[in-house]
């Protein structure tokens, strides 16, 4: 077998849940290309499709604002490095009136927002005051073809919906955002270069199968279409009644989603793991 870094092992573990030796194998066998590995696992194992949200997050806080008239909103990612940090009140402060800044100025990018007048200094007599790095990571910024709805879950994870219609059908479809994570609003906002990769490897899963050309088909079309519904907002079971989707829920309220921004701490940020390198070598055979 090739050699694999410990890394990239790592990073298909995360991608796909699966094993050491399973995720080694493919590498191997994908020539350390991640994208085609991660294929090579989802057709052989039915590993489920990666997704940001899932991954090891680092700690800190989700800010947020919203404008006077409701109309305009922003969600702000204030990391730190301990959850001790990120329960303090001047750090909890220093996110929120920074999600405001986003708000009243429109910066571009963290850069730009740490460049804004007192906000470099404030961020570094914090760091003095409280003996750990702090960071403005990311934030999103919407303004609402409606109006918005606003939910913070834990302080960790934070989402704004442009909707228009019952009040209460904003707030739901907030909280819902908050717990599974969509990609997209509708169908058609999935890209077609991901709608042909999943028809390829839900096809290649059904060919293994050694079923008719028949039912293979009616397998990838009823696999593509659970997939769609999975990744897509409108096309989810609400998770207030999974008997029903969010787009039944809304059109039974009489209301309507235009966009949501959803963010949460630590997404995508990998925790340093003393024993994984262990662990793969452990797997190999190979002792420390």
């Not at 077998?1 to 092992?9: D, P, T």
């Not at 990391?79 to 329960?87: G, P, Q």
């Not at 609402?144 to 479809?173: P, W």
Request: one cysteine or more; aromatic letters at 4%; glycine letters at 10%.
């Amino acid at each position: 077998m090739a050699e694999i870094s410990a890394s990239l092992v790592r990073e298909l573990r995360e991608l796909t849940g699966l094993g050491v030796m399973e995720c080694k194998k493919a590498l191997a066998e994908a020539g350390s290309d991640l994208k085609k590995a991660e294929e090579l696992l989802r057709i052989k194992s039915g590993a489920k499709a990666s997704k940001a949200a899932g991954r090891i997050a680092a700690e800190g806080v989700i800010g947020t604002s919203l404008s006077a008239d409701g109309r305009l909103g922003a969600l702000l990612e204030l990391n730190c490095e301990t959850d001790f940090v990120a329960r303090n009140a001047d750090f909890l402060a220093f996110a929120a009136d920074l999600a405001a800044l986003v708000v009243a100025r429109n910066p571009a990018d963290p850069a730009a927002l740490s460049a804004l007048e007192g906000v470099e200094p404030r961020r570094q007599a914090l760091v003095q005051k409280i003996g750990e790095n702090i960071s403005i990571r990311r934030f999103e910024r919407l303004a609402a073809q409606g109006r918005l709805a606003q939910y913070v879950h834990g302080g960790r994870i934070g989402v704004l919906v442009d909707y228009e219609g019952a009040e209460q059908a904003g707030k739901d479809v907030a909280m819902h955002l908050s717990f599974a994570k969509p990609a997209y609003l509708t169908r058609a906002e999935v890209p077609a270069d991901l709608v042909a990769r999943e028809r390829n490897i839900l096809a290649a899963r059904a060919r293994d199968s050694g079923k008719p050309a028949e039912i293979v088909a009616k397998m990838v079309e009823g696999g593509l279409n659970k997939y769609l519904g999975e990744v897509t907002l409108l096309g989810q079971p609400f998770i207030k009644d999974d008997k029903q989707t969010v787009e039944k829920m809304l059109a039974a309220r009489k209301s309507k989603v235009h966009g949501f921004r959803f963010l949460v701490v630590g997404a995508g940020i990998e925790k340093k793991s003393a024993d994984f390198a262990a662990e793969v070598m452990a797997a190999a055979g190979t002792a420390r």
